[in-house]
């Protein structure tokens, strides 16, 4: 099994910067993609971001193309999503996931990561 942790998230005032972080233990060694994701209240969970884990590729909504970065450690199994320019609908509960065949669902889900953009 894997465990995903995210943690990072805070209250940022609109136009700021914050840094999530994902940390996956377990059985990690068969992830093939690694992503972010977003919910807000009342509304559908979107996708945000994702990297290949073995690759590097990365893939961006293009509601924050520009805006946020993602990235890996391999060395500390941990995913990052740094988020820049922050607007107040990037406010959400930010979710980590990892899907461990291409194409397919995602497999495994963190609790997730408040964030708040305050205008």
């Known amino acids: 099994q894997v465990q995903l942790v995210e943690s990072g998230g805070g209250l940022v005032q609109a136009g700021g910067s914050l840094r999530l972080s994902c940390a996956a233990s377990?059985?990690?060694?068969?992830?093939?993609?690694m992503a972010w994701f977003r919910q807000a209240p009342g509304k559908e969970r979107e996708f945000v971001s994702a990297?290949?884990?073995?690759?590097?590729?990365?893939y961006y909504a293009d509601s924050v193309k520009g805006r946020f970065t993602i990235s890996r450690d391999s060395g500390k199994n941990t995913v990052y999503l740094q988020m820049g320019s922050l607007k107040p609908e990037d406010t959400a509960i930010y979710y980590c996931?990892?899907?461990?065949?291409?194409?397919?669902?995602?497999?495994?889900w963190g609790q997730g990561t408040q964030v708040t953009v305050s205008s």
């Open positions: 377990g059985r990690t060694f068969s992830t093939y993609t």
């Open positions: 990297i290949t884990w073995t690759g590097g590729s990365t």
């Open positions: 996931a990892i899907r461990t065949t291409r194409f397919a669902s995602y497999d495994y």
